[in-house]
């Protein structure tokens, strides 16, 4: 039986185990997932047991995806360009792969359904500049949205961020409040919101009458930013298409099959969170 596993620092809220095992059964695969919640210094260690074929692949959440880098022989597709890591496995050359299907996930889950047409002229927002920014960001790129802004706590990493993604624009946390209404996507790319975690203390007011708001947490599917802006009739999407569209490339890059997803797995995801 080949294993697979989730490795970040929290994982419980992850319903990675519940989609691939879902996948594996449905294509009779003889395989298992499961949650591995790890400390930095154990890292290594995991990776050796990919290369002991212990155990089959990995996806990478919080806070490792920058973290596994050193311990892999090459980057491939958008993980070169985003130095982001979320899907590793063993190739045919026996060399350790890191791979990104974040940047695929989010393209399909939500920028495929805005009107191509019209992505040029948008104005977009990203909150956080850690974890999946850099995907999100390269994803928006890839889709030709020209105007991005990135805004952090911590104006370092936006910066450091701006020095991989030239052409975006950085802002200062303290104006965020009054921003909101100068875009027409807002992405929160941070863990706020998130299960157990915190949430965001900031409540907005003045937004553009077609805005649409994009939330990267998919557990709750309503964090207290979606209830408050779904009260004041914005568009708003959780992190749920983005998780089962990394979480199809990822199955696809471990076992070449492209798997299905269907109603009956999005409900049996949906009734894991509530």
């Not at 080949?2 to 319903?15: A, C, D, N, R």
């Not at 965001?200 to 003045?206: E, L, Y």
């Not at 983005?242 to 269907?262: A, C, D, T, V």
């Amino acid at each position: 039986m080949k294993k697979y596993s989730i490795i970040g620092e929290p994982v419980t809220h992850s319903l990675s185990p519940k989609l691939h095992n879902y996948w594996f059964r449905k294509y009779k695969i003889d395989a298992e997932y499961s949650l591995l919640p790890i400390k930095e210094d154990e890292i290594k260690n995991v990776i050796d047991k990919i290369r002991s074929d212990e155990i089959s692949g990995i996806n990478v959440t919080l806070p490792y995806k920058k973290k596994v880098i050193p311990f892999l022989d090459k980057l491939v597709n958008d993980a070169k360009d985003t130095k982001s890591v979320n899907t590793i496995y063993k190739d045919s050359n026996n060399e350790i792969i890191g791979d990104n299907t974040d940047v695929y996930g989010f393209q399909s889950g939500y920028i495929k359904e805005l009107e191509a047409a019209s992505l040029k002229k948008q104005k977009v927002l990203v909150i956080g500049a850690g974890g999946v920014s850099p995907s999100i960001i390269l994803a928006l790129e890839k889709s030709n949205i020209k105007d991005i802004s990135l805004i952090n706590r911590t104006l370092e990493k936006s910066m450091l961020l701006q020095k991989q993604f030239s052409k975006i624009q950085v802002i200062k946390w303290a104006v965020l409040e009054s921003i909101f209404e100068n875009y027409d996507i807002i992405i929160n790319a941070t863990s706020l919101g998130l299960k157990n975690n915190k949430q965001f203390d900031v409540k907005f007011k003045k937004f553009r009458s077609l805005a649409v708001y994009i939330d990267t947490v998919y557990n709750p599917l309503e964090t207290l930013m979606i209830k408050n802006l779904r009260n004041q009739n914005i568009s708003c999407s959780n992190g749920l298409d983005m998780f089962l569209h990394q979480g199809q490339k990822s199955f696809y890059l471990w076992n070449r099959i492209r798997p299905e997803i269907g109603s009956d797995l999005i409900e049996t995801l949906k009734k894991e969170i509530e």
